[in-house]
């Protein structure tokens, strides 16, 4: 058994105007000498998990289908193929370069993308800033969520999800969040027993942190196994959960999959040739931008690398992140919640290219998280200002991190 700080992060889009004053305690961008000391790692795994049995339908049948109308008639849909896998992740791990640990505790926050920051065949990338959204002095990137994270003396493990960077890639029909939430626990074990390849640094704070997607793994991570916060009997540690209640399903009730993604192996035939059909890939940048980027407050610079050097989804992420967040009634840690004011994949009730409100820290979506974790001891939302659902690549970029860093604080991390 062990213990674990779970933070999830699903981050959204906000227009104009801040509803939530930062705490009054937030420190400046940390100004780091060096760059934090930053090396690849792999973690070599099994795991089972029951998925949902996609087998009977062929990937255009699936791309071609709405998602509500396929889980509305999809009876014989259920979690209830068992697979298993013997899989690589792999991922970056940064550290202070000193050595110095937050408050001489051993703790880390472990990063999970989204579908859209789709730069993970780097190292840390998509949490380590793009250079475009806010450059501070002496030329630090005050976009980058692993160098503010390591200035507060936290090490960052970036997980790079099965098919992303060096890690495994499986059958995509096969490749769901069921699977990947037993990996990310197996790798918050490995972390929290000191046997893992991080240096074999046995960790006794660990802090999730995803975005987007990673905030669907997060919450059916501490769903599933709520005892890993309690299991020593002796604290519940805190976690900070950024997800969302709903979906717009305005933006799939009468649109295909296929509107939206295709196979990578006809968008990018240059990158993903020999990928399987079930991979697929966003078909432009304007869908892109649409589902994850607000209008004139980030750097375009930033959505054509996105666009250029975009990463695949496998049909069965997509066919199973329709699921939801799912109530942790074991789950009793604090909770902070951060989404967009004009988030239109989760706020949104139009279709693409219409504006969505998700209202403030006190009401609207954000707000009705709480709703996910009944039990949490300590909840609190959080509107990001002026950003898309890809936060990390506005203007904003900054305000967010120090945001989540200083209720980090406020809550002993």
């Known amino acids: 058994m062990l213990s674990f700080k779970a933070i999830t992060l699903s981050t959204c889009a906000l227009f104009i105007l801040p509803t939530h004053a930062l705490p009054s305690n ?52 259920n979690y209830n193929f068992p697979i298993s896998q013997t899989v690589n992740v792999t991922g970056g791990y940064c550290e202070p370069a000193n050595g110095a640990h937050s408050r001489g505790t ?19 990338v998509n949490w380590a800033g793009n250079g475009f959204s806010g450059i501070g002095r002496d030329g630090q990137d005050e976009s980058s969520w692993v160098d503010y994270a390591v200035g507060m003396g936290h090490p960052t493990l970036t997980i790079n999800r099965l098919e992303r960077g060096k890690s495994s890639r499986i059958d995509p029909k096969e490749m769901q969040f069921p699977l990947e939430v037993e990996l990310v626990h197996q790798i918050i074990g490995q972390a929290s027993a000191g046997m893992s390849p991080l240096r074999n640094l046995k960790f ?159 009401s609207g979506q954000v707000a009705n998280t709480r709703d996910i974790f009944p039990r949490s001891r300590n909840f609190e939302a959080y509107v990001v200002p002026n950003a898309g659902s890809a936060w990390l690549n506005h203007y904003v970029a900054r305000e967010g991190i120090q945001h989540v860093h200083a209720w980090l604080r406020e809550v002993g991390l």
């Not at 051993?106 to 840390?124: D, G, P, R, V």
């Not at 649109?255 to 020999?274: L, Y």
């Open 26 to 77: 937030v420190e400046p961008f940390p100004t780091i000498s060096t760059k934090p000391d930053c090396k690849d790692v792999t973690f070599t795994l099994g795991a089972s998990a029951r998925t949902l049995g996609l087998w009977p339908w062929s990937v255009d049948t699936l791309l071609s289908t709405p998602l509500t109308t396929l889980f509305a008639n999809g009876s014989a849909l």
């Open 204 to 362: 006794d704070k660990i802090i999730y942190t995803g975005h987007a997607y990673g905030s669907i793994i997060g919450n059916n991570l501490v769903v599933r196994y709520p005892a890993d916060v309690d299991a020593l009997g002796k604290e519940t540690f805190p976690s900070w959960f950024i997800s969302t209640l709903t979906y717009n399903l305005n933006l799939f009730d009468s649109n295909p999959i296929n509107k939206f993604v295709g196979p990578a192996k006809d968008i990018v035939p240059e990158r993903f040739a020999s990928y399987e059909q079930g991979w697929t890939t966003f078909l432009d940048i304007v869908t892109l931008q649409q589902f994850f980027y607000t209008p004139k407050i980030f750097d375009p610079r930033a959505l054509q690398e996105d666009f250029k050097n975009r990463g695949v989804i496998s049909i069965g992420e997509i066919a199973t992140a329709t699921a939801g967040p799912r109530a942790a009634f074991g789950f009793t840690g604090p909770v902070l919640i951060a989404t967009g004011k004009d988030d239109l994949l989760f706020c949104g009730t139009g279709p693409l290219g219409s504006r969505a409100d998700c209202g403030n820290a006190t």
């Open 106 to 124: 051993m703790t880390i926050e472990i990063l999970f993308k989204s579908w859209s920051m789709a730069l993970a065949i780097q190292m840390h």
